[in-house]
């Protein structure tokens, strides 16, 4: 018989948060350690993560939304008042501007008289999936991973305990990969990290071991319990594999597999939200019950985020879940519970292998361009346009069925929920005041600083940015001097140049067949029909994204069903400006402009495309909106002129484009399309 061992130490417990202002988010971060969070996770806005100030164009609405505006060492400072840095175990949400707010944060720690030596915590800093998938990318690949491996040289040399990258395969799986492209992506993601910084020549050969023991992963636990399981023990066994004979790393700790887990944000529903209390748990011992591949750090999202911003309890809720399981279970006081099972074994197995085989496709591109790694991939649009048919697959599996998700496309019969019964407390609302304090606040920082000092910190950067030289010290005169996160980021635009990266959506095949009698050649039948009689050759259609959210997962699909659907479909990507998106729609002639904002925007960008395309003397194109909406927001849009409004609970693609066919027909005043009589029916 098993007896019960001393038990382990629990996982860090986080939970992601931030908004509106550092001074709010401030105060929240002391509610959540009192209440017994052991780490902080820090959401940053989007203007933050992409390197704009908050008084720039496309900033205007995304100001606080999705998380804090920090713009200035000033900002980072009230973020922190009063929580002792050295103490604290910090992890950062951000990619393209990862440099910038670890110099702040140090600067910052060195005021509060913190050794930074014993600082503790991660930036995410992993570009290369904002390319693929959540899009705050900023600078080209080159120097987006020089930015990375100067910032690990740096962090090795002076702030030791600290994970200068977080391989971060969550969004991966957010953008539709699978299991084995999720553990294949991210694994050459992280070798061709290593590679570039033992290339580099800043990190003597004998202290690689220090680099890869540093290196932490950032991963997505869906519902699909023995599965998820199953990718963690595959990931580890093969970062081990990988550290030890790529990297010539010996000592076991140093090759141990580190990873922290977000479970399944984007898998949550507002259908029945009250469901996802149930997806969150399994998905959360998905990556605790296997001692063997624990995970070190996890944060769980709240059951309401289908819905919009958690409030403090909601966060609170899924805090106490995490305790109950860590403190209550005996789950701490065993080994690996699964090993020996022939079950967990083989999938183990197969997944590691599947991976094992893409990985060697990539890396191959990688070396036919010069052993680049996984750059080239990135950059042909290879694995941008798998991700897109892994996800359009993924969908059409749910629309047919075959995935059944409870509430959404099976058992949606139900009773009211007191926990939505009134929707406007059920979330929280970001005061749309906040902003202009934001914005007021700047414009006093640039004010009082020392403006000489500033600049010669800004020219300073720009010179170092044209030679080889590690870029860290430089950032942090810049901190120092208080310069501005826009300005930063723009001094290196100057040098590096902006990048756009491909959307994956010509490549993506078709993902659902047009079936004799099925909807989706009714559809198709029915665009053919409008562009006829409005003696268009195609239906053409406008997929925009204003402002700077860049989930552009479910505007790719919508794109990729109304391609298949026979519209000509114009998508250009991500972080557009309103001005430019209508453009865009002139300049095209388009039938429909669809706009996709999951930030909470839509209250500012909307409103601003509708009154610039009546400016234009556009009347007859109807303006669709989809994105994570309140029902009171979008009511509000319909009333300032959009057509329809879709959430996630519209999760038919195909329905969708064929209400886009109805709201082209209904602008251009023609009869509603009937679709001829089939054998079957006539």
Not at 61 to 68: K, L, Q, T
Not at 433 to 461: C, K, N, T
């Amino acid at each position: 018989m098993t007896e019960p061992q001393k038990r382990d130490r629990p996982w860090l417990m986080r939970t992601y948060a931030g908004h509106s202002t550092a001074s709010d988010s401030n105060a929240l971060y002391r509610r959540n350690l009192a209440k017994g969070q052991t780490g902080l996770s820090v959401a940053f806005d989007l203007p933050t993560q992409t390197g704009y100030d908050s008084d720039h164009i496309l900033a205007r609405g995304e100001v606080g939304r999705v998380g804090v505006p920090v713009g200035h060492v000033g900002d980072m400072r009230t973020l922190f008042d009063g929580i002792p840095l050295e103490q604290t175990n910090t992890s950062m949400t951000i990619n393209a501007t990862a440099m910038w707010l670890l110099a702040l944060y140090q600067v910052v720690a060195e005021e509060q008289g913190a050794d930074i030596g014993k600082l503790t915590g991660t930036t995410q800093n992993d570009i290369v999936k904002e390319y693929l998938s959540r899009g705050t990318h900023v600078f080209p690949p080159g120097p987006s991973v020089r930015l990375i491996t100067d910032m690990i040289a740096y962090t090795v040399g002076n702030i030791p305990k600290w994970n200068p990258i977080n391989i971060c395969s969550y969004h991966l799986q957010e953008a539709g990969a699978t299991p084995v492209q999720e553990i294949a992506y991210a694994m050459c993601t992280a070798i061709s990290v290593l590679d570039a910084v033992r290339d580099s020549g800043q990190v003597p050969a004998e202290r690689m071991g220090d680099v890869v023991a540093r290196i932490s992963f950032f991963v997505n636990a869906g519902v699909r319990f023995v599965e998820e399981m199953c990718k963690m023990r595959a990931f580890a066994r093969l970062w081990e594999k990988v550290t030890l004979e790529r990297y010539g790393v010996t000592d076991p700790k140093q090759r141990r597999f580190r990873y922290g887990v977000q479970v399944n944000s984007l898998g949550l529903t507002e259908a029945q939200p009250e469901n996802n209390v149930q997806r969150i748990v399994l998905e959360m011992l998905a990556v605790t019950l296997s001692k063997d591949a624990r995970a070190r750090a996890v944060q769980l999202p709240a059951w309401n985020e289908a819905l919009g911003l958690p409030r403090p309890w909601d966060q609170q809720w899924s805090l106490r879940i995490q305790q109950v399981l860590a403190y209550e279970s005996d789950l701490l006081e065993y080994g690996d519970i699964f090993n020996g099972s022939e079950v967990i074994e083989a999938k183990t197995v197969a997944l590691l292998a599947g991976a094992e085989a893409e990985i060697a496709k990539v890396l191959e591109m990688g070396a036919k361009a010069g052993n680049q790694g996984i750059i080239p991939a990135v950059e042909s649009g290879y694995l941008k346009s798998n991700l897109v048919a892994s996800h359009a697959a993924r969908r059409a599996r749910i629309e047919s069925g075959e995935d059944k998700i409870i509430g959404v496309n099976c058992f949606d019969t139900t009773e009211p929920s007191p926990l939505t019964a009134d929707l406007d407390t059920a979330i929280m609302v970001v005061d749309p005041a906040s902003e202009q304090s934001v914005l007021a606040a700047l414009e006093a920082w640039r004010g009082q600083r020392d403006e000489a000092a500033a600049q010669e910190a800004l020219a300073g950067l720009k010179e170092v940015a044209a030679t080889e030289a590690n870029l860290m010290p430089a950032t942090l005169a810049c901190a120092r001097a208080g310069v501005t996160t826009g300005e930063w980021s723009f001094a290196l635009r100057e040098v590096f140049g902006e990048y756009r990266a491909p959307t994956g959506v010509g490549g993506a095949p078709v993902a659902v067949a047009a079936e004799p009698g099925g909807e989706l050649e009714q559809v198709r039948a029915a665009v053919a029909a409008t562009a006829e009689e409005l003696g268009a050759g195609k239906l053409r259609l406008l997929v925009g994204k204003p402002g700077l959210d860049g989930h552009s997962n479910g505007a790719e699909q919508i794109a990729v069903r109304a391609r298949d659907a026979g519209f000509e479909v114009v998508y250009q990507g991500i972080r557009l400006t309103p001005e430019q998106i209508v453009s865009a729609a002139v300049a095209e002639d388009v039938h429909c402009v669809g706009l996709s904002i999951l930030s909470g925007a839509h209250t500012e960008l909307v409103p601003d495309v509708l009154k610039r395309l009546r400016r234009a003397g556009v009347e007859d194109v109807p303006v669709i909106v989809g994105g994570i909406i309140p029902a009171a927001d979008g009511e509000a849009l319909k009333a300032a002129g959009v057509a329809a409004v879709f959430t996630p609970k519209d999760f038919g693609i195909t329905t969708i484009i064929g209400r886009i066919v109805d709201e082209i027909r209904l602008a251009n005043r023609l009869q509603p399309w009937t679709p001829a009589p089939t054998a079957a029916t006539s």
